[in-house]
């Protein structure tokens, strides 16, 4: 079975630029989410969708951030102009059943904001 | 707010040592504790809690939950240099639209010195 697959793995940027990564979750699995984790940090939920819909953004600085997954399958998260504080790795992550269970998790985006 | 503290928040012992890794909750509607193991980027499932007092096994961690005292602890026996990760703790948190989302704590950084 195929992972979650994420691009790309690393990404440095200068302050107030902008950047954009992709996720593919497994095949078959409805919710996908976003998060982000900060060097000693657990991972933040920053947005979860079912399908392609969202259920919760309410972590997610919506004055910079986006996140779109148009046909339900794959996303991409946006970070328009992005501020020193969001150098951090994004993961995103799959499961089945709304994420009561098991979440699987692709290999992350480094991001380094100078 | 649902909340997950773990402790130590690291920890460096010899090969062949013990540890044991904490985590205590605070969720509403509490329906499981999930444990992973984050080496480099992702993390990777390690073990679901449902019940109290049923340890899971998997080679040389198990794990445990105390629904009462509302806490769970890994246990790694025999420790080895492969071992050295953050562990993480999370409970799922109910999001809407019958989804949930995971609350992680910060993690305990394990560092196995040969």
């Known amino acids: 079975e195929a992972g979650v697959a994420q691009s790309p793995r690393y990404k440095i940027i200068e302050k107030r630029q902008s950047v954009a990564f992709w996720c593919n979750p497994i095949s078959g699995h409805a919710t996908l989410y976003w998060y982000q984790q900060i060097l000693g940090q657990g991972p933040k939920l920053l947005i979860q969708?079912?399908?392609?819909?969202?259920?919760?953004d309410s972590q997610l600085p919506k004055d910079r951030f986006s996140a779109e997954r148009l046909k339900g399958v794959d996303s991409t998260l946006k970070i328009q102009p992005a501020k020193l504080e969001d150098s951090a790795v994004y993961l995103c992550?799959?499961?089945?059943?709304?994420?009561?269970?098991?979440?699987?998790f692709g290999p992350g985006t480094r991001l380094t904001v100078t | 707010e649902d909340k997950v503290v773990q402790s130590p928040l690291s920890l460096v012992v010899h090969e062949g040592d013990t540890v044991t890794l904490n985590c205590s909750y605070e969720?509403?509607?509490?329906?499981?504790l999930l444990w992973y193991k984050q080496e480099k980027k992702a993390p990777t499932f390690l073990f679901m809690l449902?019940?109290?007092?049923i340890e899971k096994k998997s080679g040389r961690l198990s794990s445990i939950l105390d629904k009462k005292e509302l806490f769970s602890i890994l246990n790694i026996t025999a420790t080895q240099t492969g071992d050295s990760a953050v562990y993480l703790c999370a409970v799922p948190s109910y999001s809407g639209a019958g989804s949930y989302q995971l609350t992680f704590g910060k993690g305990t950084k394990l560092s196995v010195i040969p």
């Open positions: 449902t019940s109290s007092g």
């Open positions: 969708f079912q399908n392609n819909g969202v259920v919760d």
């Open positions: 969720v509403t509607n509490f329906r499981s």
């Open positions: 992550a799959s499961s089945l059943v709304g994420g009561l269970y098991e979440q699987y």
